[in-house]
Structure formats: C-alpha cells, structure tokens
C-alpha cells in the first residue's frame, strides 16, 4: 500500500470514528470540576511527531461556568524551571459532554467531547481540531493523580488506535513536578 493511500485511509477511519464519539448519556459537568493530570497523549498530527519526546506530565484544571461552558487551564513546566501555559474557554452544545472553541494560541476550531469518565480516577476527551483544510484527531486521558491503573491505560491506547491514531503516536507522558500557582 502506498504511504499516500495509507494516510487517506487513517483519515477517512478517523473521522469515522470521530463522528460516532457521543459522551456519556449521564455527562455532569460539575463533577469534572478540578484539578487533573494529563498523562496519556495521543495524534498523528505532525507537530506531536517532532516534539512528543520532549513532552511530560502536565495539570489541568477544568473550571464550569455559571452559563455551562468550561474554562480550560494548562500548564507544565518546562525542564528549564519555566512553565507552559494555554487557556481556552470550551463553550457548551446542545449535547452535555460536547463543547467547541478556538485556540487563542493556534487558531484552530476544536470539537471537544468527553468519552469516558469517572469523575473522581479518569476522563478520556477527544478532540478534533480544524485549521484550514486541515483535520486533525487529539485524544487525551486525564487522572485525578498521576497513577493509573494499566487497564485504564490499555482502554485510552485502543481508543485511540480505534479512532486512527498509529501506535508510535500514542504516549504515556513521564511524570513531572507541577508549575507553581501563577
């Protein structure tokens, strides 16, 4: 198979798998409230390719609004002492679970869903990012603590398997100390 027909196929599987990812029925917005640590990563999107090595456990923390949105706040500090920080603000849809926002730092559309939860161990999101014709799927799993349990792992590695992403684009991010409060 060429590398091209490849690609095409990953993509069109993606996006497939993409249009089918409905968050749970029971979705509760305040209890994913809080602090969380990013710990497994997962896309075929180029820019993950060049930098994943480099890449370690980040925090998050996932603020409800009083309008039902979601304010999302990221950091991870950097092995230089520095810290890394994004922000976007996840507004709702007519689905609970589903929100959409544009990247202030990249400019891409972002449809966000929530996969799976358990609001006090684990949230599997998944994301699909729009930037031009450009469409990339980021998968992301999330814990209360750094530790999960390897079955939780194993789901968040099929999943994304399952929704196009190749293996050596999978990562389970090292541990890391967490920025201070800015």
Known sequence: MTPL???LGAVLCSLAVSAEV???ADFNLQAVAGKWYLIGFATNAQWFVNRRDSMKVGTA???PTADGDLDLSYSSLN???SCWRMN???RKTDLPGKF???SERWGNENDM???DVKYDEYALIHTIKTKGGDVTVVNKLYGRSMDLSADLLEKFRQFSLESGVLPENIAFLPKNEECPAA
């Open 79 to 81: 092995s230089d002492g």
């Open 113 to 115: 869903r929530v996969v």
């Open 100 to 102: 959409t926002y544009t």
């Open 88 to 90: 976007n603000l996840a």
């Open 61 to 63: 923390m996932f603020t």
């Open 5 to 7: 027909v490849a690609v």
């Open 22 to 24: 409905v968050p749970p």
